[in-house]
């Protein structure tokens, strides 16, 4: 009949006197008392029904018994210790945990974060998006969260990631087809619009003069990237703000059809704990996404489109 596995705080104790041939130093890194690992000692000798060390006036030695049982309570704890720390420990840890818009990171950050990578190698990222998360949750498990709004928000700090300009765009086949020549005429297409951004279409029109305007045929999405790729498939115009179409209108996928262009008071804002950057790379990651911004602003032409 196979004993009962011995209570795990006894094998450490045993484990780490063994390593050390001394009760008092395994105490010490076990943070006990050193009466505290020989009682543990004892009793999984007597356990065992063996003695695993022999008490000498300057120290310990392992006993025969001791010496064989030891590699097996060495790799058994060990590989316990591995499992923990891989699921449970400081390798889950290190992974900076970033929420994030959804359009923000397809169309800004990605191409970008190969560069934090090469200089950062080291540092673990774990994205997640923010899609139908209430601004008032603020889960244990993210570190910072990128948002869009005007940068007030209680209990954070922000920084500006972005300082946009607000113009049409469109795939080239439905400008090909069914030509702009004047805002006015945006009355006979169909306009994309998204949800949660208080900079729309309607914000747009009276800001370059066309209040007045109707348009009463449109498709609403809750992410802009959504209405983004509808409009690069010639569905309708979406509303673009400059530092997210900039790739898109590089490659040709989308065009501006207009002159007219606003600029925003809405950003995109890295927001963390007013506290503090909790994380170890908490700040390595804010200060290389501040320098990306910047050095984003600098390269955006004056005029848009």
Known sequence: MKKNLPPL?????????????SFTQAAQELNMTQAAISQQVKGLEAQLGTPLFKRLARGLELT?????????????????AAATEEIFGQGRNKQLTLRANLVFFTTWLAPRLHRFRERYPDVGLRFTSNIWVREQDSPADVDMEVRYGKGYWPGLESDRLTWDKLFPVCSPTLLQSQPLNHPADLAQHTLLHVIGYEEGWEYWLQQIGEGQLIAPRGLQFDTLISALEMAALGEGLALGRSSLVAGMLADGRLVAPFDEVIETNEAFHLTYPASALKHPDAGLFRDW?????????????????
């Open 64 to 80: 025969d018994a001791g010496l064989a049982f030891l590699p097996a309570v060495r790799e058994a704890t060990d590989r316990l």
């Open 289 to 305: 996404l501040l320098e990306e911004a910047e050095l984003a602003a600098q390269a955006a032409p004056i005029n848009c489109p």
């Open 9 to 21: 705080n006894w094998l450490r104790s045993f484990e780490a006197s063994a390593r050390y041939l």
